[in-house]
């Protein structure tokens, strides 16, 4: 089979979907087509300003107004602004003949089955035989979409389903046609996973394929099960959130995002055409859903669903919601349940369900009836949306968010167990359970070398999750490779003279153990391994220094103590540079403040696409402490070339921290001067992560690593630096843009990052500037208003100008 390469895709239909497709497809580098249809008649405006049906921007009006909006919306589709020039856009009358030049054509129009005949007719007129054609429908079968088309393009032809929104959303579903060649669903599976970032799933050509089928039936379920419990709206999204690994939407405020429209209309396709499923009666609507659509109760999209955001006479805003009773909106109730309680000391959300399914409150008997009702569903679908159990997993975890699919919540609570549950609930699971039981294996998954194994109906054996390879999962290594654990890290041997630390304490937080088990990973790196990755697999890299250790510290004023805490992480950082191996940062998803300080120091950082990095230390009323501070001073002096004005150069850095920048993406982090371009890299897909850094701290060995000599040629500006920052803040502060306790924190970045004083440029070593930062962070903690602020960030995880 030729080498298929990707370099450029026409996207067809301009809607929310088809512009975060081609926003996604630009943020991995690809060339990308966006056309649409011509508008039928003139808008005012057009008309005010004289223009015709036949002028360009007219012509393409619906496409680029589309593509703004889109780059416009929050969260952003796009990486990084700039990657938006790698999108041209057209309608389908006078630009279809370019899709003779595109290696991949992914409509994305209305969901009805005679336009999209329509569009694959025009497309066919002027598409290049080999060339990849695929629609993105999330409930039409492929199988009719290709009827009356050509051999080749049939062959070409089949489903692949991106979830709103594509750059976020990780599922990517690939349903074959009836004569789809098997290399385009090879090529498929294997593009969406190491170049879109995806979890990719050959789906079968079912109603709803496997993600929107056992979600909604879920969300479903949980519709019959709220008025039958006479739960609230706010118990249920409390009950199915973040306690159980699911967003913090939950169940309903994720229904009023996506829209209760585009839900009704997956879960009546199901209902039309899955006649055969066992529980067909819960996709018929409740009263309540039927009347807030006739209500045009849709969610945001209308201002109003479950939940309804008003302002009181005070101009003060409230979130109201519905009563599902009197279908009346009421002010939100506070949920809490006893059996929540007991879950809050249990961090891994894989832990809590056996405590969950045997609480003693309506909370319990929730769960019990819940997880009974999913177990017993998703095994009555194999084989008909799939025959393997792992891919029902990986669809729901990467389509709705989910932290752990079906089959692995039931292994948590024990597979005896969850049947007790089914039964209890007057449902039943699917023959090949008892089957699976009887055979020997006693669980849905194993683990064996250090690799995921699914039980395999047909051959009712362990088989190996395919497609590992390219992975490392540190679940799956913990125990085995050990080297090293405290309460704060587990140390792991990656393999090949490769170590990774891996952080375990409360959202990954830096405190003494993590930084006493970051130098123990690097003396025993020093000692018997070739080099160090700083990785994890927690939904965030790291949220930062435990400032709850250095509020006490401060309250009681333990100052020396304080002193010798902040030196310690200084040190820390500097033996991740000056190690005599190469130390490799692998951030991702939140990697604040002492994070960003860790990532800065290392040799190398293979971040995450989505990382959110930067040095946050301002909102809590310090500078930051850990060498932050002396690193922006550093590479601001590394970037000053003869003739730059140098103070110019200086303020961007000092800006990026004064006001706590963060980046939005991975590719944002080098325009903040985070990451550093030609030595630091990102990959799209984080599961690709551990295993990419592993390579790179490989390759920085065999290419003969030698320890760093500590600088001591850092040049710093002194007192026409210091001068040029203080006149700003004073403007700042008489301006009302900053508080007076901003001012007093910017002054002191300020002097540290001007290196003091000093009555003219000199150059001075990175351990001046970390004695003149530690004393700035040391002065910052005996303020009244820094104590405010940490004291703040601690009660409500925000920050707080005073």
Same mark, same amino acid.
């Given at each position: 089979?030729?080498?298929?390469?990707?370099?450029?895709?026409?996207?067809?239909?301009?809607?929310?979907?088809?512009?975060?497709?081609?926003?996604?497809?630009?943020?991995?580098?690809?060339?990308?087509?966006?056309?649409?249809?011509?508008?039928?008649?003139?808008?005012?405006?057009?008309?005010?300003?004289?223009?015709?049906?036949?002028?360009?921007?007219?012509?393409?009006?619906?496409?680029?107004?589309?593509?703004?909006?889109?780059?416009?919306?929050?969260?952003?589709?796009?990486?990084?602004?700039?990657?938006?020039?790698?999108?041209?856009?057209?309608?389908?009358?006078?630009?279809?003949?370019?899709?003779?030049?595109?290696?991949?054509?992914?409509?994305?129009?209305?969901?009805?089955?005679?336009?999209?005949?329509?569009?694959?007719?025009?497309?066919?007129?002027?598409?290049?035989?080999?060339?990849?054609?695929?629609?993105?429908?999330?409930?039409?079968?492929?199988?009719?979409?290709?009827?009356?088309?050509?051999?080749?393009?049939?062959?070409?032809?089949?489903?692949?389903?991106?979830?709103?929104?594509?750059?976020?959303?990780?599922?990517?579903?690939?349903?074959?046609?009836?004569?789809?060649?098997?290399?385009?669903?090879?090529?498929?599976?294997?593009?969406?996973?190491?170049?879109?970032?995806?979890?990719?799933?050959?789906?079968?050509?079912?109603?709803?394929?496997?993600?929107?089928?056992?979600?909604?039936?879920?969300?479903?379920?949980?519709?019959?099960?709220?008025?039958?419990?006479?739960?609230?709206?706010?118990?249920?999204?409390?009950?199915?959130?973040?306690?159980?690994?699911?967003?913090?939407?939950?169940?309903?405020?994720?229904?009023?995002?996506?829209?209760?429209?585009?839900?009704?209309?997956?879960?009546?396709?199901?209902?039309?055409?899955?006649?055969?499923?066992?529980?067909?009666?819960?996709?018929?609507?409740?009263?309540?859903?039927?009347?807030?659509?006739?209500?045009?109760?849709?969610?945001?999209?209308?201002?109003?669903?479950?939940?309804?955001?008003?302002?009181?006479?005070?101009?003060?805003?409230?979130?109201?919601?519905?009563?599902?009773?009197?279908?009346?909106?009421?002010?939100?109730?506070?949920?809490?349940?006893?059996?929540?309680?007991?879950?809050?000391?249990?961090?891994?959300?894989?832990?809590?369900?056996?405590?969950?399914?045997?609480?003693?409150?309506?909370?319990?008997?929730? +769960?019990?009836?819940?997880?009974?009702?999913?177990?017993?569903?998703?095994?009555?679908?194999?084989?008909?949306?799939?025959?393997?159990? +792992?891919?029902?997993?990986?669809?729901?975890?990467?389509?709705?968010?989910?932290?752990?699919?079906?089959?692995?919540?039931?292994?948590?609570?024990?597979?005896?167990?969850?049947?007790?549950?089914?039964?209890?609930?007057?449902?039943?699971?699917?023959?090949?359970?008892?089957?699976?039981?009887?055979?020997?294996?006693?669980?849905?998954?194993?683990?064996?070398?250090?690799?995921?194994?699914?039980?395999?109906?047909?051959?009712?054996?362990?088989?190996?999750?395919?497609?590992?390879?390219?992975?490392?999962?540190?679940?799956?290594?913990?125990?085995?490779?050990?080297?090293?654990?405290?309460?704060?890290?587990?140390?792991?041997?990656?393999?090949?003279?490769?170590?990774?630390?891996?952080?375990?304490?409360?959202?990954?937080?830096?405190?003494?153990?993590?930084?006493?088990?970051?130098?123990?990973?690097?003396?025993?790196?020093?000692?018997?391994?070739?080099?160090?990755?700083?990785?994890?697999?927690?939904?965030?890299?790291?949220?930062?220094?435990?400032?709850?250790?250095?509020?006490?510290?401060?309250?009681?004023?333990?100052?020396?103590?304080?002193?010798?805490?902040?030196?310690?992480?200084?040190?820390?950082?500097?033996?991740?540079?000056?190690?005599?191996?190469?130390?490799?940062?692998?951030?991702?998803?939140?990697?604040?403040?002492?994070?960003?300080?860790?990532?800065?120091?290392?040799?190398?950082?293979?971040?995450?696409?989505?990382?959110?990095?930067?040095?946050?230390?301002?909102?809590?009323?310090?500078?930051?402490?850990?060498?932050?501070?002396?690193?922006?001073?550093?590479?601001?002096?590394?970037?000053?070339?003869?003739?730059?004005?140098?103070?110019?150069?200086?303020?961007? +850095?000092?800006?990026?921290?004064?006001?706590?920048?963060?980046?939005?993406?991975?590719?944002?982090?080098?325009?903040?001067?985070?990451?550093?371009?030609?030595?630091?890299?990102?990959?799209?897909?984080?599961?690709?992560?551990?295993?990419?850094?592993?390579?790179?701290?490989?390759?920085?060995?065999?290419?003969?690593?030698?320890?760093?000599?500590?600088?001591?040629?850092?040049?710093?500006?002194?007192?026409?630096?210091?001068?040029?920052?203080?006149?700003?803040?004073?403007?700042?502060?008489?301006?009302?843009?900053?508080?007076?306790?901003?001012?007093?924190?910017?002054?002191?970045?300020?002097?540290?990052?001007?290196?003091?004083?000093?009555?003219?440029?000199?150059?001075?070593?990175?351990? +001046?500037?970390?004695?003149?930062?530690?004393?700035?962070?040391?002065?910052?903690?005996?303020?009244?208003?820094?104590?405010?602020?940490?004291?703040?960030?601690?009660?409500?995880?925000?920050?707080?100008?005073?």
């Amino acid at each position: 089979m030729a080498k298929r390469i990707i370099k450029k895709v026409a996207v067809i239909g301009s809607g929310i979907m088809g512009s975060g497709i081609a926003c996604h497809f630009a943020n991995i580098g690809v060339e990308v087509l966006l056309l649409d249809i011509v508008p039928r008649e003139l808008t005012d405006a057009e008309k005010a300003k004289g223009l015709t049906l036949e002028d360009k921007v007219v012509r393409n009006r619906l496409v680029n107004d589309a593509l703004r909006a889109s780059l416009k919306s929050k969260p952003s589709p796009i990486y990084h602004q700039k990657f938006a020039d790698r999108i041209s856009t057209g309608n389908l009358e006078d630009d279809i003949t370019k899709i003779k030049d595109v290696d991949w054509i992914i409509e994305v129009v209305v969901e009805r089955l005679d336009i999209k005949k329509q569009v694959f007719e025009n497309l066919e007129k002027h598409r290049t035989p080999g060339t990849l054609i695929t629609s993105n429908t999330s409930g039409i079968p492929i199988q009719f979409m290709s009827e009356g088309r050509s051999e080749d393009f049939q062959k070409h032809f089949c489903g692949t389903h991106f979830f709103n929104p594509p750059r976020y959303l990780k599922l990517f579903e690939i349903i074959p046609g009836p004569k789809t060649d098997a290399s385009v669903l090879e090529f498929l599976n294997g593009y969406g996973e190491q170049y879109l970032g995806k979890t990719s799933v050959v789906a079968k050509d079912t109603p709803a394929f496997i993600g929107n089928r056992i979600g909604i039936f879920s969300i479903m379920s949980l519709f019959h099960t709220v008025k039958e419990m006479e739960l609230t709206i706010e118990e249920v999204d409390k009950l199915t959130g973040p306690v159980i690994g699911r967003p913090k939407s939950a169940t309903f405020r994720t229904v009023d995002v996506v829209g209760l429209d585009t839900l009704v209309h997956v879960a009546n396709g199901i209902a039309d055409n899955c006649k055969n499923d066992e529980r067909l009666q819960l996709f018929k609507l409740p009263d309540f859903i039927n009347t807030m659509v006739e209500n045009k109760w849709l969610g945001s999209k209308t201002g109003q669903g479950f939940y309804k955001k008003i302002k009181d006479e005070n101009g003060k805003s409230e979130i109201l919601s519905l009563d599902l009773n009197t279908l009346e909106y009421r002010s939100a109730k506070k949920a809490k349940f006893d059996t929540l309680e007991l879950t809050k000391p249990i961090d891994k959300v894989i832990d809590r369900f056996k405590v969950l399914v045997s609480g003693k409150d309506k909370a319990g008997d929730f +769960y019990r009836k819940s997880f009974a009702q999913l177990f017993a569903y998703v095994t009555h679908r194999i084989p008909e949306i799939s025959d393997e159990l +792992y891919k029902i997993d990986d669809a729901m975890k990467a389509g709705f968010g989910w932290e752990h699919g079906p089959f692995q919540i039931w292994d948590a609570i024990g597979v005896e167990k969850g049947l007790e549950l089914i039964k209890a609930e007057g449902l039943e699971a699917a023959n090949w359970v008892d089957n699976m039981l009887s055979s020997g294996s006693t669980s849905f998954y194993t683990v064996q070398n250090g690799a995921t194994h699914y039980y395999d109906i047909p051959s009712k054996t362990q088989t190996k999750v395919p497609g590992q390879d390219a992975f490392i999962i540190l679940d799956n290594i913990r125990k085995s490779n050990q080297v090293f654990k405290n309460s704060g890290v587990v140390v792991e041997d990656l393999g090949d003279g490769i170590l990774n630390c891996e952080f375990q304490s409360k959202m990954n937080t830096i405190g003494g153990d993590v930084l006493a088990g970051l130098n123990k990973a690097v003396d025993i790196a020093e000692k018997d391994f070739e080099g160090l990755v700083i990785g994890n697999q927690g939904a965030n890299f790291s949220v930062g220094a435990n400032i709850g250790m250095i509020f006490m510290m401060a309250v009681e004023q333990e100052y020396d103590e304080l002193n010798a805490a902040i030196k310690y992480f200084q040190d820390t950082m500097m033996r991740m540079r000056y190690s005599a191996i190469p130390t490799v940062s692998a951030p991702h998803g939140m990697s604040l403040g002492g994070a960003c300080e860790l990532s800065m120091h290392a040799d190398k950082v293979v971040a995450a696409a989505e990382t959110y990095i930067g040095l946050v230390e301002f909102g809590v009323g310090v500078i930051p402490g850990g060498a932050g501070s002396k690193e922006m001073a550093l590479r601001a002096s590394d970037t000053f070339r003869k003739g730059d004005v140098e103070l110019n150069v200086l303020q961007e +850095y000092f800006l990026t921290i004064g006001m706590a920048k963060v980046s939005t993406s991975a590719y944002e982090a080098y325009d903040l001067g985070i990451l550093q371009k030609g030595k630091d890299i990102v990959v799209v897909n984080k599961d690709r992560q551990i295993a990419t850094a592993k390579a790179h701290a490989r390759l920085m060995a065999d290419a003969g690593y030698t320890q760093p000599v500590k600088r001591k040629d850092v040049k710093v500006l002194g007192k026409q630096a210091l001068g040029m920052f203080l006149v700003g803040t004073d403007a700042m502060e008489a301006s009302n843009y900053i508080s007076e306790h901003d001012h007093k924190i910017a002054n002191k970045l300020a002097y540290v990052m001007a290196g003091g004083d000093l009555s003219e440029p000199t150059l001075v070593t990175e351990q +001046y500037l970390l004695d003149l930062e530690r004393e700035a962070f040391l002065s910052l903690c005996t303020e009244r208003k820094t104590l405010e602020r940490i004291q703040h960030m601690l009660k409500t995880g925000k920050p707080l100008r005073n």
